[in-house]
RNA sequence: GAUCACGUAGCUCAAAUGGAUAGAGCUACUGCCUUCUAAGCAGUAGGUUACAGGUUCGAAUCCUGUCGUGAUCACCA
């Protein structure tokens, strides 16, 4: 066996070159795999080359073809069609790309080992998980395992805004109108009890405000019930002692709903921070700020940053009272972070209604001088909306994630009796009712909007989570099915002449690597689950079309069956990374 | 109004960061189960990539402008 097939065509290329033409060091090479409907399986795109040795592409492409051609003891053909260079695998060395994925090191990445942090979801602590905090959750935690399939030490963390007046809207209307009844008397999740309370109060908010002219908009600050809530604010930051226990009591209500979500998902965290914990980090900073006048005070004693050469406004750090504001403690978190935990990379992971107030966040650490602000970087998605338009919790469409995850469970139960359902397990009917819900969110685009429409539900046909599900359970029944027919030989397959469908399938298989990193290099698990759909889908055209399985041909069958196999790992060690459970019959 | 993001088939989404003839699914119609799972496969139909310029060998992708949608523009979070 020769050791060029494990060399990879791009070194031996970037060889080529650099003794073809003694360019040293030898320029970025553009390599793409080849469009489907061309002959080859590597692409070289002379047409910057070209510019460089000054020399027509097509006898560059010529050149250095027949130089990798030879390297590879014409195991690689090669063909030019305009500037491009196709390099042409062999069966030979289809086989060899399959039998190097055989090995377990081929899914082993060190591609790097940095830190990492990555903080998401985090809710506040007074109505349920949304769709929103859903697309929220489900990229952060995909990412994470994306993360460290590549070889990162990931920390995931939430934070849980458990403080503010937000906090005293639903404690209030509790106080006066629960009666004293806990979630358990009343048989609902603690979130959903407390969330019930807090729009309590923004429907006698409302109400309140109905009256008020538009004049005078100022008055609506003014109307009682706020009154009441933010006196009941101010007896929270003088740690009131009833007013502390009510709290505690409720916030660990809605924590415990939380959890239930989480655990349905398959979600959770290294550890949680409560903002009311710190909320206060971060005054020090401005003050070391104040000193080397990076941030200067105003006449009314708030203190402020001039961002306005960075084409940003000026920016409130701390309030006339000497409060502290988000920033404040964004500020403070992130310097806390970094100290502590001695990262190497913080990811965000928030909607992009926060755009501007990350932009401003690291604007002013990098001003503050901290040299890891480019380890910083802010996770931007577009929202969830519904057919009818923005969830807007005053609009009251607000579709929670519990109601979404019990109805998926139910339409894949639904759905699935009529079908010759194997396992007829109420846990397959969840795997798959999730992880329909998980493919659909993760497979879109974390910067385009999702437009969510709950009466469609969720397709279980064509680009979906189940539709993988099944091509995974039927590779799963394919093996099966080959130990009582066939027998295992030894490798012996560079006999074997290789149809379209078996280089297909070794081709898209090969790039798993290739598609992991991409991933990862863009914090973007949709690119993840587009190729795992892609892989299904080849695969699906391959079972049709060939028969796998022959007792007949026997070294063939054992071929095919490694390729199978090397299907179904590639399949589940993909979901797997996007959150997805999978089952192994269906 | 200003700033930012997005605009691709009727609908939902892709397109290897500037590469070859822009691809899938849904929907509609036509075929394929005595044979490894038909939740599948094969086929037909559907496009001036919002519009107009520009940059170069080459643009859905980069630049400028216009239009549309959304987000942000608090001593809120």
Redesign the pocket.
Known sequence: MNDHFFQSIEEITKESISCLYKINPSPKL?????????L?DL?L?L??LS?IINKHVEKIGYEIGNYVKNRFDQSIQFSI????L?FIFTNDYYIHILMNMLNPDFYKFKISSKKIMIEYSSP?ANKPLHLGHLRNALLGSSLSNILEAVGHKVTKIQII?D????ICKSMLCWKKFGSDQTPNDVQMKGDHFVGKYYHLFENLYQNEIKHISKKDPEQKVDVPILKEARSLLKKWENRDHQTMHLWKKMNEWVYSGFEKTYKDLGICFDWTEY?SDIFQIGRDIVQEGLYKKIFYQ?Q???ICIDLTKD?F?EK?LL???Q?????TQDIGNAVERFRKHKIDRLIYIV???????FQVLFKILKRLGYLWVDKLHHLSY??V?LPS??MKSRKGNVVNADNIIVNMIKI?EK??LK????DKKKESYKI?GLGALKFYFL???P?????FDTNKSI??????G??I???Y??I???E???FDVCSITHYDWFTITLNTYEKCMIKILQKYP?VLN?SY??F?P??LA?YI?EV??LF??F????????PKNVIRSNFRMNLVHITGNTIKLGMNLLGIDMI???
């Open positions: 553009k390599f793409q795999y080849t469009k489907k409907n061309c080859g692409t795109i047409f910057p510019k069609v305009g500037g491009f196709n506040n805004n403080r503010g007046i937000h903002e105003k009314d004693g708030s084409g406004d409130l309030r006339s009272d409060t502290s504001l988000y920033i909607g992009k209604e926060q755009d501007y107030h577009e929202m909306s338009g923005k894949a759905k699935f079908k010759s359902l194997i798959l497979k879109i685009d910067k385009k909007e999702i437009i397709d279980m046909k064509g680009n979906t189940t539709y599900q099944y091509t359970s039927r799963r029944s394919i099966k099915k080959f290739f991409k290099l863009n973007n949709s690119l587009n759909y299904s889908k699906n055209h079972y049709q079309n060939k028969k796998l399985i022959n192994e019959r269906m």
